[in-house]
């Protein structure tokens, strides 16, 4: 596609239950990043994919969080047993291993919701 | 561990230069980016600095950098209320791959 999509753009969910948010990064692009965006906060790093290396999970606030990037494409971010804390815009981000500037491109983010 | 902040807030009149400014820790950084999100949308890239120069000018946006003291700026000449958004200042580390640290952001209000 011609940028990120992320899925869903909303998520309403109860404390307790899991979610999976997703993460289509533009084609070809080989870096992948979650971000969370908390109101009134910056963004929050979680983790990032290089290719095919371990990903760097230092981020990731606790062990209810987690990512896989399945074929060096598509991400999925997974929050299980989820708090009201974790109510935040989650946002991906994909960068071309060839450009210079290292420039990331966002997709519009998940508003996840914890009731 | 790394850190990146910047002040939350920054109102100007139209026509009148904004300036944006930003401090960071890490001291081998390599670049150093200006992100902007406007109300409803994703972060997009407005400019970029390498480390090793001291300043990029990019039509209105001027980005200096003083390594010394880790300090970068943001000015926008001739703000428009277009320009109503808010600004992240984020640096890639140069040891940490390419792992980018974003800072609080800045929300830049022009009044007309």
């Known amino acids: 596609g011609a940028g990120v999509s992320q899925s869903p753009s909303n998520k309403v969910t109860e404390k307790g239950k899991d979610v999976e948010l997703r993460c289509d990064p533009i084609s070809g692009h080989t870096a992948l990043y979650w971000y969370r965006q908390s109101l009134g906060q910056g963004l929050e790093f979680l983790i990032y994919f290089q290719g095919n290396s371990a990903p760097d999970k230092s981020g990731l606030p606790s062990d209810r969080f987690s990512a896989e990037r399945t074929g060096g494409s598509v991400s999925t971010l997974t929050i299980q047993r989820t708090q009201q804390e974790d109510s935040a815009v989650y946002l991906c981000a994909s960068r071309s291993g060839l450009a210079e500037s290292s420039e990331q491109f966002f997709g519009p983010g998940t508003r996840l919701t914890v009731l | 561990g790394e850190d990146v902040e910047q002040s939350l807030f920054l109102s100007v009149r139209e026509g009148d230069s904004s300036v944006i400014n930003c401090t960071y820790t890490?001291?081998?950084?390599?670049?150093l980016y200006w992100y902007k999100q406007e109300p409803g949308a994703g972060l997009q890239l407005l400019t970029y600095?390498?480390?090793?120069?001291d300043m990029k000018q990019d039509q209105r946006l001027t980005v200096l950098l003083n390594k010394k003291d880790k300090h970068l700026s943001l000015r926008i000449a001739d703000t428009q209320t277009g320009d109503s958004a808010i600004y992240f200042c984020a640096e890639r580390s140069g040891t940490g791959g390419f792992k980018t640290i974003f800072g609080a952001g800045t929300r830049l209000f022009v009044k007309a």
């Open positions: 600095i390498f480390s090793n120069m």
């Open positions: 890490d001291s081998s950084s390599t670049y």
